[in-house]
């Protein structure tokens, strides 16, 4: 079962990908919480050296209020996480895919909000995929 959803950026530079995810999913109403350098805490944690991983907590709050009000428990899954990491000498975004919540839960008031969500995570990446 495929669970994201991705796109390869033209751009290497791990900023000028962070700017342009923000910049997308802002345009979609996705307000980013987190930030979370993963490269960064795991050579601070355990001297280990990764490639560039940073992990964006995106919320849009209309969308995850319909989805809390359908279920208390989906923040659990809600697809909060975009991920900007470096693949070989390219940038990758990943965010999960939306249809894993009703997938998973089964709950077909979730579908909705999981169609709304695949169509602006859909756009963002589209915009980031963009020449």
Do not use: W
Not at 19 to 33: E, I, K, N, Y
Not at 65 to 85: F, M, T
């Amino acid at each position: 079962m495929s669970y994201d959803r991705t796109v390869r950026l033209a751009t290497t530079d791990l900023d000028t990908a962070v700017a342009a995810v923000r910049r997308a999913l802002a345009d979609q109403g996705f307000g980013v919480l987190t930030e979370i350098d993963v490269t960064a805490t795991l050579k601070a944690k355990l001297d280990h050296d990764m490639e560039e991983y940073l992990i964006l907590g995106a919320c849009n709050p209309p969308l995850a209020h319909r989805a809390l009000e359908a279920d208390r428990s989906i923040g659990l899954l809600l697809p909060c996480n975009v991920v900007v990491r470096r693949d070989g000498d390219h940038m990758l975004v990943q965010a999960l895919d939306p249809g894993t919540m009703v997938t998973l839960t089964g709950l077909d008031a979730l579908g909705p909000v999981a169609e709304e969500a695949t169509a602006r995570l859909d756009a963002a990446l589209a915009a980031l995929s963009a020449p």
